[in-house]
């Protein structure tokens, strides 16, 4: 699947653990081992397993199209792709590409002057699931139509294909040559999923075609059935590398919101969860069950199955205590009165004793529940690993107060990184270090932290900047704590539910928050994304200080706090701070409610704004009506390639609009982009990665994005199934997964 489509996808996205490397100023050597996290496979030999079976996998939404080079593809497609279609190289747990040997025997670059020459060798065995051998028509089709020159293709991208001069057989029988017009450093990503010249070699059906099916493919599996639910894959008969150990694989269609009650209801086997829903099935490990009801009733209103189990017990205790104050309140009426009192006394313990009886019935139909639940999930492990993929707020560099690179600075001054990947991650059980690097993950062959060219954070530094700018304290404005809107003096728009106890009450809950959150509390934490996954979970307030639901809501809507403010020229510092607002994307309002209490400590105000729905990307991120935001971006083997549209720098258009690409903080410099073009012509990779690194390395220096955390990438797994879990950068070998015998 395009990289691009995975972008935008992402903005509306008991296995051997090895020791993490530290990440500041560390770098990631090609032979170092995956880093902790990197994945978490339930490892198990092929002939451990049953040699059939139905597997059935969770997407998101039912693929709109099979061809992953469509500007509809979207995660759905890359994983069917990989299944049934050929893969010249995978990745593996650190996210280096390897030669697939199903595919190819060999793949050099042959000749560097005067061109660059790549010869694939593939695998005589090769062949389509018509019986057609794989061959050098199939690449032609494809690099003709990716390379950008006819329109009615309309890809999602042509990188590295527009270097190509020519494509044509080798000198030797099931060889292709491949020549580049132009060096390219990336020639390895090129052909993957490959084709079929069926579907390359026509306009028509490359973009229509896919959308029902693949006629022809050539992986382990091939398409049987596709529905607007559902698209079924079976066995390849004409598969030549290891046979299958599932007879079927079926991806279902089920939101983010829907996973826990299919897997509960024994409708899924494999499926990326949210934090609520990896916490019940961690709780159903034994051992942990106590562990986890002892977290829940210190921290009431937290989801998940250790609280719900504490809380239960809690009603239950509260039903025993209402029922015995009931009685006593019945006796000590006896006791004090007589006379016609005595029947209205005894009424109203008949009516104590029903009540408990009631709450006694209800407590024991929510234990019947929490039971069932427990014994469903219980089926599962839950696999987590980091996935592939980081959150960052953006700053938009486009105009306003962000506009000043020293405004910027002093915003990423402010954030306490470490902070928010302690909340995000650590209750996870995952690395809770923040990530370094824009281009490169943990682990990563040239890995390095250069958040240094911006500097830790420093109140007095960011506050030092801000006056540079001409931004200086100018008072105290009263100003509405996280999500509600000020007039232009600081001052709250009119509210009459806002009362002085509200303030009060938020000076506590605030403090409450941020004292619960840097002890490591796991209470507001989970994966966060744009639409595509994340995790629904209580706020940090809710959870953090303890208070009830209805409390933490309240605070929300209108409390006050007193913030000595930054102005210029009269003018506080406001900046608006856009959020997605759906239930996928709830850790997202968290983290960014955190965010906007660290602005406030140097001055800085925010007014956040919670967008539904695809208008988020579409009508803010994409068009620039925002300053602040938070969206993830994946990872890339490639990022040479993958990673430039997105940093850019703008360019005017012959209109006079203003050409972004991908790169929606609209900030951007020459060097940066002199860097990733040196870096994509140089064929020695440590000096592509070095230049890469450089690159990065100006990237936070111009402070148009700050890489906060890699996310959770947490999956629920049944039982019994093997060689598949949290694959992070890791391709499937889709072969080899199976259900023991």
Known sequence: MPITKRRRAMLLAAGVMLPLPVLTGCSSDDDDPPPRAAWDIASAPRSGTAGTGTLRWALDAAPTTLNAFSKTADTGTQRIAGAVLPSLYTLDARGRPQRNGDYLTSADVTSTDP?????????????????????????????KALRGTDEKYGTARNAGYDRIAKVEPGDKEHEVKVTFAKPYTDWRSLFTPLYPKSVMGNPAVFTAAASKGLAVGAGPFMVRRVTDSEVTLVRNPRWWGDRARLSRVVFKAVPAEKRAEALMAGRLDLAEVDRTTARRIQATVPGKQAAGAKRGSSAPGKAGAPEASAGGRETSTGGREAA??????????????????????????????EAAGAEGAATGDADKNRSRTTRALSRFTLRKALDPAYTQLALNGTKGPLADERVRRAVARAIDRKALAKMVLKPMGLPSEPLGNHLLMAGQPGYKDHSGALG??????????????????????????????????GRRQSDPTATA?????????????????????????????GTASGTASPTASESASGASPAAGDAGRSGRLRETAVVRKKGRPLVLRFFLPDDRTAAQLGTVGERIARMLEKIGVRTEITKVSGESYFRDHIATGDYDLALYSWPASAYPATDARPIYAKPQPAADGSLVVEQNYTRVGTDQIDQLFDQALSELDGGASRSLVSRADARIWAAAGSIPLYQRPQLIAMRKGLVNAGAFGFATPRYQDIGFRR
């Open 115 to 143: 061109k660059q020459v790549v010869v694939f060798k593939l695998n005589p065995k090769a062949v389509w699931s018509d019986g057609r051998p794989i061959g050098a028509e199939d690449f032609q089709a494809q690099w």
């Open 501 to 529: 106890t509200e303030s009060a009450t938020d000076a506590a809950t605030g403090a409450a928050t941020d004292s619960a959150t840097d002890s490591d509390t796991d209470s507001a934490s989970g994966t966060a994304s």
């Open 324 to 353: 015995s104050g009931g009685r006593e309140a019945a006796s000590g009426g006896r006791d004090a009165a007589s006379g016609g009192r005595e029947a209205d006394e005894a009424t109203r313990t008949g009516a104590a004793r």
């Open 456 to 489: 830790d954070p420093d109140t007095n530094a960011a506050q030092s900047l801000l006056a540079d700018a001409g931004w200086r304290a100018g008072g105290t404005g009263r100003q509405k704590a996280l999500d509600g809107k000020t007039d232009d003096r």
